[in-house]
């Protein structure tokens, strides 16, 4: 199994809601990512886990929350979001000093 | 500060010529770079990579250069072909789990 999955496709959602995004690999990659990315712009990193713990948040606003309960699993927890965070969320995964590979992505509308 | 550019939003080849995406980046602690193709809403795929102790890897049609002195890189993809029109960003990293990635270039290969 090569692939990155992500769950849901779409999601709409309002500013009071919340929801959560998922994300599997089952290539026993040690890292997994979560990006975020504007229309006409390059993937953003949000937050990276490694070995299941979290090593970088990139200053990312509260209202997001990632939770990784296992090697396999990356969730993204979202509450009262605002129109602004309506984007295309990427989640990724690697070995160590190797590419990412990319899920499909989860578009978030926010209303 | 964009760490990793790509000066041409857009570039245009025709169908069996050589496509030649440039990307140019600032930091020199970078010792890994990647290009992805992306179509729209879905995730970026890996095409090729290069480490900084190389100038050149070549992966079928898809062929990589770096120029360190420069900080420089460029994706060749020879013969270009239709189904490779999509946006493609070229990535940096430096030892660190941390992809940056340049603002993309959008290739479109014509008949």
């Known amino acids: 199994d090569t692939e990155v999955t992500q769950t849901p496709k779409h999601l709409v959602m309002g500013m009071t809601n919340k929801k959560s995004l998922k994300c599997e690999q089952h290539?026993?990659?040690?890292?997994m990512y979560w990006y975020k990315q504007k229309a006409k712009k390059p993937p953003e990193l949000m937050f990276v886990?490694?070995?299941?713990?979290?090593?970088i948040n990139e200053s990312v606003p509260s209202r997001f929350s990632p939770e990784c309960p296992n090697s396999s699993l990356l969730n993204l927890h979202l509450h009262a979001l605002q129109p602004e965070d309506s984007a295309l969320y990427l989640c990724?995964?690697?070995?160590?000093?190797?590419?990412?590979?990319f899920g499909p992505g989860t578009r978030l509308t926010v209303l | 500060d964009q760490q990793v550019k790509q000066n041409s939003p857009s570039l245009s080849v025709q169908e069996g010529r050589i496509s030649i995406l440039n990307c140019d980046y600032t930091?020199?602690?970078?010792?890994?770079f990647l290009w992805y193709k992306k179509y729209p809403a879905e995730g970026p795929t890996f095409l090729i990579s290069?480490?900084?102790?190389?100038d050149k890897n070549e992966d079928g049609r898809f062929t990589v250069f770096l120029n360190k002195s420069a900080k420089h890189l460029s994706l060749h993809i020879v013969p270009s072909q239709p189904g490779d029109s999509a946006v493609y960003f070229c990535?940096?990293?430096?030892?660190?789990?941390?992809?940056?990635f340049g603002t993309g270039t959008r290739l479109q290969v014509f008949p």
């Open positions: 990724a995964s690697s070995s160590r000093r190797s590419e990412q590979f």
């Open positions: 290539m026993g990659h040690r890292a």
């Open positions: 886990y490694s070995y299941e713990k979290l090593s």
């Open positions: 930091n020199s602690m970078f010792d890994y």
């Open positions: 290069i480490s900084s102790i190389k």
């Open positions: 990535a940096a990293e430096g030892n660190t789990d941390k992809l940056i």
